[in-house]
Protein backbone atom coordinates (compact mmCIF):
# COMPACT_ATOMS: atom_id res chain seq x y z
CA UNK A 1 0.00 0.00 0.00
CA UNK A 2 2.72 2.34 1.05
CA UNK A 3 4.51 1.73 -2.49
CA UNK A 4 1.22 2.29 -4.58
CA UNK A 5 1.32 5.83 -2.40
CA UNK A 6 4.57 6.74 -3.33
CA UNK A 7 4.13 5.74 -7.07
CA UNK A 8 0.33 7.96 -6.91
CA UNK A 9 2.48 10.57 -5.23
CA UNK A 10 4.83 10.91 -8.02
CA UNK A 11 2.07 10.72 -10.64
CA UNK A 12 0.30 13.78 -9.04
CA UNK A 13 3.00 16.28 -10.01
CA UNK A 14 3.34 17.72 -13.38
CA UNK A 15 6.56 16.84 -14.06
CA UNK A 16 6.46 13.53 -12.55
CA UNK A 17 3.18 12.75 -14.67
CA UNK A 18 5.29 14.00 -17.65
CA UNK A 19 8.81 11.70 -16.99
CA UNK A 20 5.82 8.65 -16.86
CA UNK A 21 5.11 9.55 -20.06
CA UNK A 22 8.13 9.57 -21.79
CA UNK A 23 8.75 6.82 -20.25
CA UNK A 24 5.35 4.93 -21.60
CA UNK A 25 6.73 6.18 -25.14
CA UNK A 26 10.53 5.29 -25.16
CA UNK A 27 9.18 1.21 -23.80
CA UNK A 28 6.86 1.42 -26.95
CA UNK A 29 9.43 2.55 -29.26
CA UNK A 30 11.63 0.10 -28.23
CA UNK A 31 8.96 -3.03 -28.14
CA UNK A 32 7.81 -1.30 -31.97
CA UNK A 33 11.89 -1.62 -32.71
CA UNK A 34 12.70 -4.69 -30.98
CA UNK A 35 10.93 -7.18 -33.32
CA UNK A 36 12.66 -11.04 -33.53
CA UNK A 37 15.91 -10.15 -34.97
CA UNK A 38 16.61 -7.42 -32.56
CA UNK A 39 18.74 -7.76 -29.11
CA UNK A 40 17.27 -5.81 -26.37
CA UNK A 41 20.87 -5.11 -24.83
CA UNK A 42 22.14 -3.83 -28.38
CA UNK A 43 19.11 -1.50 -28.65
CA UNK A 44 20.35 -0.04 -25.02
CA UNK A 45 24.03 -0.18 -26.38
CA UNK A 46 23.44 2.11 -29.07
CA UNK A 47 20.83 4.40 -27.50
CA UNK A 48 21.84 7.97 -26.91
CA UNK A 49 19.21 8.73 -24.36
CA UNK A 50 21.05 9.27 -21.34
CA UNK A 51 17.31 9.00 -19.58
CA UNK A 52 17.62 5.44 -20.28
CA UNK A 53 19.85 4.53 -17.29
CA UNK A 54 19.44 3.07 -13.66
CA UNK A 55 16.40 2.20 -12.75
CA UNK A 56 14.53 2.70 -16.07
CA UNK A 57 16.95 0.23 -17.76
CA UNK A 58 15.63 -2.54 -14.95
CA UNK A 59 12.03 -1.32 -15.51
CA UNK A 60 12.37 -2.22 -19.56
CA UNK A 61 14.40 -5.20 -18.97
CA UNK A 62 11.18 -6.47 -16.41
CA UNK A 63 8.65 -5.02 -18.72
CA UNK A 64 9.68 -6.19 -22.05
CA UNK A 65 12.11 -9.24 -21.30
CA UNK A 66 10.63 -10.83 -18.64
CA UNK A 67 6.94 -9.47 -18.55
CA UNK A 68 6.07 -9.59 -22.34
CA UNK A 69 8.84 -12.34 -24.08
CA UNK A 70 8.70 -14.79 -20.94
CA UNK A 71 12.57 -14.40 -21.22
CA UNK A 72 14.04 -16.82 -18.09
CA UNK A 73 16.51 -15.15 -15.74
CA UNK A 74 19.79 -16.44 -13.68
CA UNK A 75 21.13 -13.89 -11.03
CA UNK A 76 23.75 -14.08 -8.79
CA UNK A 77 26.25 -11.53 -7.03
CA UNK A 78 29.54 -12.78 -8.44
CA UNK A 79 31.74 -15.30 -6.15
CA UNK A 80 34.42 -15.31 -8.87
CA UNK A 81 35.05 -13.47 -12.28
CA UNK A 82 36.38 -14.65 -15.80
CA UNK A 83 38.71 -12.50 -17.13
CA UNK A 84 38.92 -12.82 -20.50
CA UNK A 85 35.63 -11.11 -21.34
CA UNK A 86 36.11 -11.51 -25.54
CA UNK A 87 36.65 -14.78 -25.07
CA UNK A 88 33.68 -15.85 -23.48
CA UNK A 89 31.88 -13.39 -25.69
CA UNK A 90 32.99 -15.71 -28.57
CA UNK A 91 31.39 -18.65 -26.77
CA UNK A 92 28.08 -17.49 -26.05
CA UNK A 93 28.11 -16.89 -29.94
CA UNK A 94 27.57 -20.00 -30.61
CA UNK A 95 24.74 -20.03 -28.49
CA UNK A 96 22.11 -19.73 -31.63
CA UNK A 97 19.60 -21.79 -29.87
CA UNK A 98 18.99 -18.76 -27.81
CA UNK A 99 19.13 -14.96 -26.83
CA UNK A 100 20.97 -13.05 -24.48
CA UNK A 101 20.63 -9.89 -22.34
CA UNK A 102 23.40 -9.00 -19.53
CA UNK A 103 22.74 -6.46 -16.59
CA UNK A 104 25.76 -6.14 -14.68
CA UNK A 105 25.68 -3.46 -11.50
CA UNK A 106 28.45 -1.87 -11.67
CA UNK A 107 30.11 -0.58 -8.62
CA UNK A 108 30.82 3.04 -10.06
CA UNK A 109 28.16 3.39 -13.18
CA UNK A 110 25.59 1.82 -11.63
CA UNK A 111 23.09 -0.96 -14.19
CA UNK A 112 24.80 -1.57 -17.29
CA UNK A 113 23.10 -3.55 -20.47
CA UNK A 114 24.96 -5.57 -23.26
CA UNK A 115 24.14 -8.49 -25.54
CA UNK A 116 26.69 -10.46 -24.49
CA UNK A 117 27.16 -12.70 -27.71
CA UNK A 118 29.20 -9.41 -28.81
CA UNK A 119 32.66 -8.65 -27.77
CA UNK A 120 32.66 -5.10 -27.96
CA UNK A 121 29.48 -4.51 -25.86
CA UNK A 122 30.60 -6.94 -23.12
CA UNK A 123 33.87 -5.02 -22.95
CA UNK A 124 32.42 -2.07 -21.73
CA UNK A 125 31.55 -3.98 -18.61
CA UNK A 126 35.65 -3.61 -17.84
CA UNK A 127 36.68 -5.48 -15.45
CA UNK A 128 34.06 -7.77 -13.30
CA UNK A 129 33.81 -7.35 -9.81
CA UNK A 130 33.22 -10.09 -7.22
CA UNK A 131 30.05 -9.89 -4.99
CA UNK A 132 28.34 -7.35 -7.62
CA UNK A 133 25.02 -8.81 -8.96
CA UNK A 134 25.34 -10.16 -12.65
CA UNK A 135 21.34 -11.07 -14.16
CA UNK A 136 21.33 -13.05 -17.26
CA UNK A 137 18.10 -12.95 -19.54
CA UNK A 138 17.61 -15.76 -22.23
CA UNK A 139 14.48 -16.26 -24.52
CA UNK A 140 13.83 -17.02 -28.14
CA UNK A 141 12.74 -13.53 -29.17
CA UNK A 142 9.37 -13.54 -30.78
CA UNK A 143 8.77 -17.58 -29.50
CA UNK A 144 7.86 -18.96 -25.97
CA UNK A 145 10.55 -19.06 -23.80
CA UNK A 146 11.35 -23.09 -23.02
CA UNK A 147 13.69 -24.76 -20.16
CA UNK A 148 16.50 -24.39 -22.17
CA UNK A 149 16.76 -21.10 -22.08
CA UNK A 150 15.96 -21.55 -18.16
CA UNK A 151 19.09 -24.07 -18.66
CA UNK A 152 21.33 -21.10 -20.75
CA UNK A 153 20.47 -18.40 -18.53
CA UNK A 154 22.17 -20.71 -15.36
CA UNK A 155 25.05 -21.84 -17.60
CA UNK A 156 25.63 -18.22 -19.22
CA UNK A 157 25.85 -17.16 -15.49
CA UNK A 158 28.85 -19.83 -14.01
CA UNK A 159 30.69 -19.03 -17.30
CA UNK A 160 30.65 -15.15 -16.18
CA UNK A 161 32.25 -16.60 -12.63
CA UNK A 162 35.20 -18.29 -14.70
CA UNK A 163 33.28 -21.93 -14.21
CA UNK A 164 33.57 -24.43 -17.32
CA UNK A 165 30.20 -26.26 -17.46
CA UNK A 166 29.66 -28.76 -19.63
CA UNK A 167 27.32 -26.99 -22.12
CA UNK A 168 24.24 -29.29 -23.97
CA UNK A 169 24.45 -29.28 -27.76
CA UNK A 170 21.38 -28.07 -28.17
CA UNK A 171 22.07 -24.54 -27.12
CA UNK A 172 24.25 -24.49 -30.57
CA UNK A 173 21.83 -25.56 -32.82
CA UNK A 174 19.34 -23.66 -34.57
CA UNK A 175 19.03 -20.09 -35.88
CA UNK A 176 20.73 -17.16 -33.87
CA UNK A 177 18.12 -15.20 -32.94
CA UNK A 178 20.90 -12.03 -32.05
CA UNK A 179 22.75 -12.45 -34.73
CA UNK A 180 25.75 -10.21 -33.55
CA UNK A 181 25.81 -6.77 -34.54
CA UNK A 182 28.39 -6.17 -36.87
CA UNK A 183 31.94 -4.35 -36.28
CA UNK A 184 32.64 -1.00 -36.62
CA UNK A 185 34.87 0.18 -39.18
CA UNK A 186 37.36 1.28 -36.96
CA UNK A 187 37.45 0.17 -33.55
CA UNK A 188 36.08 2.86 -31.23
CA UNK A 189 38.66 4.27 -27.71
CA UNK A 190 35.82 3.52 -25.56
CA UNK A 191 32.60 2.46 -26.17
CA UNK A 192 28.94 3.99 -25.25
CA UNK A 193 26.99 2.82 -21.68
CA UNK A 194 24.28 4.53 -20.13
CA UNK A 195 25.10 5.12 -16.36
CA UNK A 196 22.90 6.64 -13.48
CA UNK A 197 25.18 10.14 -13.15
CA UNK A 198 24.61 10.69 -16.71
CA UNK A 199 27.78 9.32 -18.03
CA UNK A 200 27.32 7.36 -21.11
CA UNK A 201 31.05 6.24 -22.04
CA UNK A 202 33.52 4.45 -20.33
CA UNK A 203 36.71 3.38 -21.37
CA UNK A 204 38.45 -0.38 -20.92
CA UNK A 205 41.00 -0.50 -18.16
CA UNK A 206 43.79 0.82 -19.19
CA UNK A 207 47.25 -0.23 -17.48
CA UNK A 208 50.50 0.74 -15.98
CA UNK A 209 53.05 -0.48 -14.69
CA UNK A 210 54.88 0.84 -12.19
CA UNK A 211 58.98 1.65 -13.12
CA UNK A 212 60.48 2.49 -9.94
CA UNK A 213 61.41 0.45 -7.00
CA UNK A 214 58.16 1.12 -5.59
CA UNK A 215 55.49 3.54 -6.46
CA UNK A 216 57.11 6.56 -4.04
CA UNK A 217 55.78 9.74 -3.03
CA UNK A 218 57.54 11.47 -6.16
CA UNK A 219 55.29 9.00 -8.38
CA UNK A 220 52.24 9.83 -6.25
CA UNK A 221 52.51 13.60 -6.43
CA UNK A 222 53.70 13.24 -10.33
CA UNK A 223 50.22 11.39 -10.70
CA UNK A 224 48.19 14.02 -8.96
CA UNK A 225 49.10 17.15 -10.95
CA UNK A 226 48.62 14.96 -14.30
CA UNK A 227 45.48 13.82 -13.20
CA UNK A 228 44.67 17.49 -12.08
CA UNK A 229 45.94 18.91 -15.30
CA UNK A 230 43.50 16.15 -17.15
CA UNK A 231 40.81 17.16 -14.93
CA UNK A 232 40.82 20.81 -15.24
CA UNK A 233 40.74 20.70 -19.38
CA UNK A 234 38.17 17.53 -19.54
CA UNK A 235 35.98 18.68 -15.48
CA UNK A 236 33.34 16.45 -17.00
CA UNK A 237 35.14 13.20 -16.96
CA UNK A 238 36.12 10.98 -14.53
CA UNK A 239 38.96 9.27 -13.84
CA UNK A 240 38.51 5.64 -11.82
CA UNK A 241 41.86 4.15 -10.79
CA UNK A 242 42.00 0.64 -9.71
CA UNK A 243 45.07 -1.71 -7.83
CA UNK A 244 44.64 -5.23 -7.64
CA UNK A 245 41.13 -5.13 -8.73
CA UNK A 246 40.05 -3.04 -6.38
CA UNK A 247 38.60 0.95 -7.17
CA UNK A 248 41.41 3.28 -5.20
CA UNK A 249 38.95 5.77 -3.89
CA UNK A 250 42.03 7.77 -2.14
CA UNK A 251 45.24 8.06 -4.73
CA UNK A 252 47.07 8.64 -1.27
CA UNK A 253 46.51 5.08 -0.82
CA UNK A 254 48.89 3.60 -3.24
CA UNK A 255 51.62 5.74 -1.36
CA UNK A 256 50.99 4.26 1.95
CA UNK A 257 50.26 0.85 1.56
CA UNK A 258 53.91 0.54 0.55
CA UNK A 259 53.33 -2.30 -1.81
CA UNK A 260 52.92 -0.75 -5.41
CA UNK A 261 56.65 -2.04 -6.21
CA UNK A 262 58.47 -2.27 -9.27
CA UNK A 263 56.48 -4.41 -11.71
CA UNK A 264 53.21 -3.59 -10.45
CA UNK A 265 49.86 -2.81 -12.29
CA UNK A 266 47.73 0.13 -11.55
CA UNK A 267 44.91 0.59 -13.89
CA UNK A 268 42.31 3.21 -14.88
CA UNK A 269 38.97 4.10 -16.84
CA UNK A 270 37.86 7.22 -18.06
CA UNK A 271 34.25 7.89 -18.00
CA UNK A 272 32.19 10.81 -19.18
CA UNK A 273 31.22 11.58 -22.90
CA UNK A 274 33.23 13.26 -25.60
CA UNK A 275 36.38 11.35 -23.99
CA UNK A 276 39.90 12.30 -25.38
CA UNK A 277 43.10 12.04 -24.76
CA UNK A 278 43.01 8.52 -23.15
CA UNK A 279 46.45 7.41 -24.54
CA UNK A 280 48.15 10.43 -23.82
CA UNK A 281 46.96 10.41 -20.61
CA UNK A 282 48.09 7.11 -20.01
CA UNK A 283 51.70 8.11 -21.74
CA UNK A 284 51.89 10.82 -18.32
CA UNK A 285 50.52 8.08 -15.93
CA UNK A 286 53.62 5.55 -17.25
CA UNK A 287 56.11 8.71 -16.80
CA UNK A 288 54.86 9.37 -13.95
CA UNK A 289 54.98 5.82 -12.04
CA UNK A 290 58.94 5.39 -14.01
CA UNK A 291 62.50 7.59 -12.56
CA UNK A 292 61.30 10.36 -14.88
CA UNK A 293 58.47 11.33 -12.79
CA UNK A 294 60.11 14.75 -11.76
CA UNK A 295 59.13 16.02 -15.07
CA UNK A 296 55.64 16.90 -13.63
CA UNK A 297 57.30 18.32 -10.49
CA UNK A 298 58.00 21.52 -12.17
CA UNK A 299 57.18 25.06 -11.27
CA UNK A 300 55.24 26.21 -7.87
CA UNK A 301 52.26 23.44 -5.48
CA UNK A 302 49.81 25.09 -7.31
CA UNK A 303 51.00 25.30 -10.58
CA UNK A 304 48.21 23.28 -13.11
CA UNK A 305 50.45 22.21 -15.92
CA UNK A 306 49.18 22.42 -19.42
CA UNK A 307 49.68 18.82 -20.44
CA UNK A 308 46.28 18.71 -22.51
Not at 118 to 131: I, M, N, Q, S, T
Not at 236 to 241: F, P
Request: charged share 25%; aromatic share 8%; with cysteine.
Amino acid sequence: MAKELISLEFLSSRGGFNAAVRHIKKTLAIVETLGTNNNLGDLLFESEDEELSGERIALLLRMILVDKLGYKASSANLRSVAGDLPALADELGKWKAVDLVAAYHHPDLGLLTANPKVPRELAAFGALKKRELLVIYAGKAGLPADDLCQKAAELALLLFEGKKPKIPPGLTRGKNPSPETPAPSAAPEFAARPSPQGLSRITPLYSVAVQNEFFHNGNLEAWKRIIESYKTKYPDLQIHIYYEGERILDINALFKWGKVRHGSTIQFTVAGNNIRDVAKLQRYLIQGASPRFEAFLRGSVNTILKLF
